[in-house]
């Protein structure tokens, strides 16, 4: 089936030329590939894309669909992606959401912590009802705490059936050595800063079949959703980043520190785990959560399935301490 992309467009007369730019280039070229354009409801348009019926690179959509030339052009006042029916073939989730809710806590090693500390906080938040923790998106493999020393000793510290995603990002051509490193130290998952390092590389990651669940930051994916005049909206985005392989998705949160509206976040939830013809993802609630908002944030939600509420900062400034602030998080959601 042909690609269909759906804008907001001012004005939607414009529509004709994002297609043939986002195509064939000229208005004579071949019918064959040539975009389409197939409905037009006041400013919503939808171009069809011959092109791309078989498509299953990241890349190519996202320079024909999401972050083409169309965005570098100074004739439309303003352009948003707001919806693709997507192709087949993309992978989607190795492992699936998880069931209900579950707690996850952010490692803050990039704070300075040796691995050895690392390993400390790790099983403080372990010891708390964390059962999924992961590097912050700042942490890579610097002198002070390298990736597989920081692996090691945190796996020794953590109970059965709590995962640990080290961040992987880095040079693109050490990407999957990185990973197959970190697994073998005992990483039970993986984190990639998937807009940054790219979004071929949550593929790469996903087709390296390397035993362990893929969690995906979204740093970097707010310039494309905040662009202004030409953006993308948190559907889509959210929605691609499951098809291309996270079993993570990250959905923002309903508190002022992200910049997600409500509306934003519950679309974001249903794109991890509605439709398309792959596994569900877990969708990821993070931002300004803690013990104090955790039942709001799942009231708000209006979903216990496939959701993990992730602490950050909100952990470590607990009057009684990191265990402290994930027990009283933990014991939050039990009582929501």
């Given amino acids: ?55 299953c690179d990241a890349e190519q959509l996202l320079a024909v669909c ?27 989730p190795a492992f699936g959401a998880e069931p209900s809710v579950s707690i996850g806590a952010i490692i803050k090693p990039a704070l300075g912590l040796t691995p050895e500390q690392a390993g400390d906080v790790a099983a403080e938040l372990a010891t708390g009802g964390a059962t999924f923790l992961k590097d912050d998106e ?50 039970g998952a993986l984190m990639v800063n998937g807009f ?41 985005l959210a929605e691609l980043t499951r098809l291309l392989g996270a079993d993570y998705v990250q959905v923002g949160s309903f508190s002022p520190r992200t910049f997600d509206s409500g509306d934003e976040v519950r679309e974001q939830i249903a794109a991890c785990r509605s439709g398309l013809g792959v596994a569900a993802a877990t969708a990821v609630i993070g931002g300004g959560v803690g013990a104090e908002n955790a039942a709001e944030q799942l009231a708000r939600a209006g979903t216990r399935d496939g959701v993990m509420l992730l602490l950050g900062s909100a952990a470590y400034a607990h009057p009684d301490g990191l265990r402290a602030g994930v027990a009283a998080a933990v014991e939050a959601v039990a009582a929501a």
Avoid: K
């Fill in 1 to 55: 089936m042909p690609v269909t992309a759906t804008y907001e467009l001012d004005p939607p007369e414009w529509a004709e030329t994002l297609a043939i730019l986002q195509s064939v280039s000229l208005a004579n070229g071949p019918a064959a590939v040539r975009a389409r354009v197939v409905d037009v409801a006041g400013s919503l348009v939808t171009v069809e894309f011959p092109a791309l019926a078989d498509e």
């Fill in 138 to 187: 700042l942490m890579a493999s610097p002198p002070t705490s390298p990736l597989a020393e920081r692996v090691r000793r945190i796996a020794e510290r953590l109970p059965p059936g709590v995962r640990y995603a080290p961040n992987v990002t880095g040079p693109p051509d050490g990407l999957l050595a990185r990973a197959e490193a970190a697994v073998v130290a005992g990483a």
């Fill in 196 to 236: 940054l390092q790219g979004l071929g590389s949550i593929r790469a990651l996903r087709e390296a079949n390397l035993g362990v669940p893929l969690f995906v930051h979204r740093v970097g994916s707010s310039f494309l959703r905040r662009g202004g005049a030409v953006s993308v909206s948190a559907r889509v």
């Fill in 66 to 92: 999401i972050a083409g030339e169309w965005a570098d052009r100074g004739d439309f006042a303003s352009c948003r992606l707001v919806e693709l029916a997507w192709p087949d073939g993309l992978p989607g």
